[in-house]
Structure formats: structure tokens, C-alpha cells
Nanobody, 123 residues
Framework: QVQLVESGGGLVQAGDSLRLSCAAS????????MGWFRQAPGKEREFVGV???????SYVDSVKGRFTISRSNAENTVYLQMNTLKPEDTAVYYC?????????????????WGQGTQVTVSS
């Protein structure tokens, strides 16, 4: 079965960096767009960014210039490099896989979801 497993979360201070990983199995990884979402306490889950099958990336405005998504089809892994972290980046971060070419921020277009990894940024 398909599994998406996030790792790399933790507690950091404002201004620090973290790199999240999402290892995929049970699917043909190169055929899937990979998205990152996050959910802060008491808030709805929100789109962070996506890397499409052709490696095109798109981000929510609040993380542009600070976060970078990359993928390794050889390793079936997608990464979220987060720099200059802010307390408002505190959330559970989820990766998701979509067979759609343009899923972007539409959660309904994602077929599979990971369990999430906690990122906490202290001020």
C-alpha cells in the first residue's frame, strides 16, 4: 500500500532552519505531484507549496523566499527546506501525493497523505 512518511520536524528558534523529508513507497513517485501542507493549533490546514511532476514549484505567499521544495525521484523522497523560520510557522506539516498534474492548493486533488511531523518555532 502507499505510504508517505514525514521526518525532520522538531523544536527550533526563530531564524533557524529545518529540512523536512517525506519518503514515499508503494507508488510510482515520478508520476505524482508532491505537496506540503501545514496545520497550526486551532486553525485549518493550509497549503504550503507543491512540486509538480516536472519539478515546477509553487508556494503560498507567506513562505516564498524562505521555503524550498525539492524532490529526488531516485530516492522517492520530497524535501521541504525551511529557512528563517518564524513562530507563525509552528504547525504540523504534512506531505501529500497527487496524480493530478495541477493539484497545487486543492486538498481534494491529493490522493495520499502522510501522518505529519511537528515543527515548533520559539521566539
Amino acid at each position: 500500500q502507499v505510504q508517505l512518511v514525514e521526518s525532520g520536524g522538531g523544536l527550533v528558534q526563530a531564524g533557524d532552519s529545518l529540512r523536512l523529508s517525506c519518503a514515499a513507497s508503494g507508488l510510482t513517485f515520478s508520476n505524482y505531484a508532491m505537496g506540503w501542507f501545514r496545520q497550526a493549533p486551532g486553525k485549518e490546514r493550509e497549503f504550503v507549496g507543491v512540486i509538480r511532476q516536472n519539478a515546477f514549484t509553487s508556494y503560498v505567499d507567506s513562505v516564498k523566499g524562505r521555503f524550498t521544495i525539492s524532490r529526488s525521484n531516485a530516492e522517492n523522497t520530497v524535501y521541504l527546506q525551511m529557512n528563517t523560520l518564524k513562530p507563525e510557522d509552528t504547525a504540523v506539516y504534512y506531505c501529500a501525493a497527487s496524480s493530478n498534474r495541477y493539484p497545487d492548493d486543492s486538498e481534494a486533488k491529493y490522493d495520499y497523505w502522510g501522518q505529519g511531523t511537528q515543527v515548533t518555532v520559539s521566539s
